[in-house]
């Protein structure tokens, strides 16, 4: 059974950083492209990001491009998120998941998600 558990996430203010974890089981992790992805409140799904599985490749939307950096350790199935400078635009909640492959559609790409973690940036 696959799974995914993040942690990381919490209430932080504006310019602040986070780091988001995720640790996978239950699947071959370096196979899997893997991404973040976060919802806010009456809003849609939204890809942050994500990086192939051998980690040569990363995608970011221009709304996290240069705020975010995602990482992966295939010896350890983890993912993180490192996120500076964070904006109240940035309170949702943030899910881990293993994508079909990593570019901008990856929201359209998932197979397996997490249950998330919640980010809150105050003004």
């Known amino acids: 059974q696959v799974q995914m558990v993040e942690s990381g996430g919490g209430s932080v203010q504006a310019g602040g950083s986070l780091r988001l974890s995720c640790t996978a089981s239950g699947l071959t992790f370096g196979d899997y492209s893997m991404g973040w992805l976060r919802q806010a409140p009456g809003k849609e799904l939204e890809g942050v990001s994500c990086v192939t599985g051998d980690s040569r490749r990363t995608y970011y939307p221009d709304s996290v491009k240069g705020r975010f950096t995602i990482s992966r350790d295939n010896a350890k199935n983890t993912l993180s998120l490192q996120m500076s400078s964070l904006k109240p635009e940035d309170t949702a909640m943030y899910y881990c998941?293993?994508?079909?492959?990593?570019?901008?559609?990856?929201?359209?790409?998932?197979?397996?998600r997490g249950q998330g973690t919640q980010v809150t940036v105050s003004s």
């Open positions: 998941a293993a994508l079909l492959y990593c570019s901008v559609h990856l929201t359209t790409a998932m197979i397996y």
